[in-house]
């Protein structure tokens, strides 16, 4: 609590012109710095103080370089080149996509026959329920997937999310980022397909 200047033998608390005499001023001022330090705490780990919202300063620092990232990817998005041929195709993929009921939908992609980790690993990366560049941009990268999966070398990578491609060892996230969200996939995706049957084991 504040400090309380009233009663005998204490300094006024007021001067003479009804203004804070010096001592009480220095007395507000050191107690509300305290207060001030009491509200704004460091951390256990010492990992920053306190943000307006809760978080701390480095909590707020990953959720900012997060979502950082989330509108990097919204942009290479936006900025795509779409074919005449792939916007046929995903306009009416599209459509077809938000007739179905929240169960089908959510088995829709499951219909392209790729891997799990494959799926999961495009949906992280354009998530079809944000808009229709999103749910066209899961559609290229299917498409380039299943060309991947025409190769049996390429099997390793798709199903277990790393491995070696033109030579080099690679995750699947970054060759899809690198070498496929600009580009026209080989083939349009096919969602008539069945999932395959037993997957490789990671080593």
């Given amino acids: 609590q504040l400090p309380r200047f009233a009663g005998a033998g ?13 001592l009480v001023a220095a007395a507000l001022g050191e107690a509300l710095a ?21 978080a701390t300063t480095s909590q707020s620092m990953r959720r900012d370089s997060s979502s950082g990232g989330s509108s990097a990817m919204g942009a290479v998005i936006s900025a795509a080149d779409w074919s005449k041929g792939e916007k046929v195709a995903y306009e009416r993929l599209y459509s077809e996509y938000q007739a179905q009921s929240p169960t089908a939908a959510g088995r829709f992609f499951d219909r392209s026959g790729l891997p799990e980790r494959a799926l999961s690993t ?3 990366l354009a998530a079809p329920d944000a ?22 070398r390429n099997r390793v990578l798709l199903e277990t999310g790393s491995g070696d491609i033109a030579g080099e ?8 980022r690198e070498r496929c969200m600009h580009r026209l996939p080989p083939q349009l995706p096919n969602f008539r397909r069945r999932p395959l049957a037993a997957p490789v084991s990671a080593t």
């Fill in 169 to 176: 060892t690679k995750m699947l996230d970054a060759y899809l």
């Fill in 10 to 22: 204490m300094t006024p608390a007021l001067s003479a012109g009804g203004k804070p005499s010096a």
């Fill in 131 to 152: 808009g229709p560049q999103e749910f066209w941009m899961c559609c290229r990268l299917i498409g380039h997937c299943q060309a991947l999966q025409g190769k049996e």
């Fill in 122 to 124: 495009i949906l992280a």
């Fill in 34 to 54: 305290q207060a001030e330090d009491r509200l704004a705490p460091s951390t256990a780990a010492g990992n920053g103080r306190i943000s307006p919202s809760g």
